[in-house]
Nanobody, 116 residues
Framework: QVQLVESGGDLVQPGGSLRLSCAAS????????LSWYRQVPNKERELVAS????????YYVTSVKGRFTISRDNAKNTMYLQMNSLKPEDTAVYYC?????????WGQGTQVTVSS
């Protein structure tokens, strides 16, 4: 079955960095674009970044441009989100998303907390 497993979330001070990983299985990883979303309590889930199957086309929400970098390693079936210059407003649960022929899939999420 399709599985998406996020990791890498942590408590970090403002200005710090984290790298999130999303390990995928159960579908042909290299054929599909993937996305990172984030959500805080009582707010809708927000699209943070997307990457096409080849990694050629990338999208970032304006608030993270220049600070976050999305990437993927198709040989390892893994997607990454490098987050630099973190701000308190980046605090959220971060989710990996894959929209494939079989359906729309989410990981369980990983908590990122930016606080001094």
């Amino acid at each position: 079955q399709v599985q998406l497993v996020e990791s890498g979330g942590d408590l970090v001070q403002p200005g710090g960095s984290l790298r999130l990983s999303c390990a995928a299985s159960g579908f042909p990883f290299s054929r599909y674009g993937l996305s990172w979303y984030r959500q805080v309590p009582n707010k809708e889930r927000e699209l943070v970044a997307s990457i096409t199957n080849t990694g050629v086309e990338i999208y970032y929400v304006t608030s993270v441009k220049g600070r976050f970098t999305i990437s993927r390693d198709n040989a390892k079936n893994t997607m990454y989100l490098q987050m630099n210059s973190l701000k308190p407003e980046d605090t959220a649960v971060y989710y990996c998303n894959a929209r494939i022929v079989l359906g729309n899939y989410w990981g369980q999420g990983t908590q990122v907390t930016v606080s001094s």
